[in-house]
């Protein structure tokens, strides 16, 4: 039962792995007519009351106050304050370079669990070497930026899509080891999805230039539908499913494979920026990404 478990959910990952890479690439094309804090709060309200919607009439809706509440916490803080944020960042920073920050997590997320006490294990040498493998590769994409840290537009999109980082890491390491959760995953995931999609449309009430929607493109309501059907419903589900199952250092890794996607998109279809820097930077992640699950596997088995 457990090796179907710890398929599944290595199978859940993949899913996350791939589909949110595509994501980076949805937003940036959605946010280029719409405002972007009310694109992301209609993408996540839509998507968790759909699947609310399916779980009560699958009988499987189970809930009280103390859920929404509890859930609320990685809510606000993952969908609305970390992912929400992106689509605002990605309107002064290549939604690659979005991708690449987000790639912190994994390293955000262990020293954030280590920092408070979540998890005092001492880490396998193969964690450690990949988590600087992954930063390697992170510090070599940014060689290629810094000619454009002089633009305070840009400087701004960087250092808030760094705090999007932080929110979403903390709101994993809480949800993995201090929120209650029910046994219903996609409750917690749509509960998530609907709180933190809440929080957004009160952020775009303060920050959001609704005369934009005037000049809203059948590519941003396209880019929309997409990400509220497959980069919501089907991949949040994924990744909640994901982190209740897998150890949270190998159930975040996701943010190491994320990027290349995402910069591939940006190199095919929006123009954006490739050069060889680029690719040994893939090599570096990659190589990380592969002694973090490594290292992860081994403590496992201690």
């Known amino acids: 039962m457990d090796n179907n478990k710890n398929s599944l959910?290595?199978?859940?990952?993949?899913?996350?792995?791939?589909?949110?890479?595509?994501?980076?690439?949805?937003?940036?094309?959605?946010?280029?007519?719409?405002?972007?804090?009310?694109?992301a709060a209609i993408r996540q309200v839509v998507a968790g009351g759909a699947l609310l919607l399916g779980l009560k009439l699958t009988g499987s809706l189970n809930m009280n106050k103390s859920d929404f509440l509890y859930q609320s916490v990685p809510g606000v803080l993952m969908v609305a304050l970390g992912n929400g944020v992106i689509?605002?960042?990605?309107?002064?920073?290549?939604?690659?370079?979005?991708?690449?920050?987000?790639?912190?997590?994994?390293?955000?997320?262990?020293?954030?669990?280590?920092?408070?006490?979540f998890d005092r294990r001492k880490p396998h040498l193969l964690i450690i070497v990949g988590l600087i493998l992954g930063?390697?590769?992170?510090?070599?994409?940014?060689?290629?930026?810094?000619?454009?840290?002089?633009?305070?537009?840009?400087?701004?999109?960087?250092?808030?899509?760094?705090r999007a980082c932080l929110a979403w890491a903390s709101g994993s390491v809480l949800a993995k080891y201090k929120i209650p959760n029910s046994k219903n995953v996609l409750q917690n995931a749509a509960l998530q999805l609907f709180s933190g999609g809440m929080a957004l449309f009160v952020i775009?009430?303060?920050?959001?230039?609704?005369?934009?929607?005037?000049?809203?493109?059948?590519?941003?309501?396209?880019?929309?539908?997409?990400?509220?059907?497959?980069?919501?419903?089907?991949?949040?589900?994924?990744?909640?499913?994901?982190?209740?199952?897998?150890?949270?250092?190998?159930?975040?890794?996701?943010?190491?494979?994320?990027?290349?996607?995402a910069?591939?998109?940006?190199?095919?279809?929006l123009n954006e920026n490739l050069t060889g820097i680029t690719l040994?930077?893939?090599?570096?992640?990659?190589?990380?990404?592969?002694?973090?699950n490594r290292g992860y596997q081994k403590m496992s088995k201690k």
């Open 9 to 39: 959910a290595y199978g859940a990952l993949f899913i996350v792995c791939i589909v949110w890479g595509t994501t980076y690439f949805a937003i940036r094309i959605g946010v280029e007519t719409f405002p972007p804090f009310l694109f």
């Open 87 to 117: 689509g605002w960042c990605e309107r002064y920073i290549s939604s690659g370079l979005a991708a690449l920050i987000l790639s912190l997590i994994p390293v955000f997320v262990v020293v954030i669990s280590y920092l408070f006490g």
């Open 135 to 162: 930063c390697l590769g992170i510090v070599l994409i940014f060689r290629d930026n810094l000619k454009d840290l002089a633009n305070p537009a840009y400087f701004t999109g960087m250092l808030i899509a760094f």
């Open 204 to 261: 775009s009430a303060f920050l959001d230039d609704y005369s934009e929607l005037k000049t809203v493109t059948t590519s941003s309501i396209w880019a929309l539908v997409y990400l509220i059907v497959v980069g919501s419903v089907i991949a949040y589900s994924a990744f909640v499913y994901a982190l209740k199952h897998l150890p949270i250092g190998i159930s975040s890794l996701y943010a190491y494979i994320n990027p290349f996607i």
């Open 263 to 269: 910069i591939m998109l940006g190199f095919l279809f």
């Open 280 to 292: 040994l930077a893939l090599v570096a992640t990659l190589s990380g990404v592969y002694c973090v």
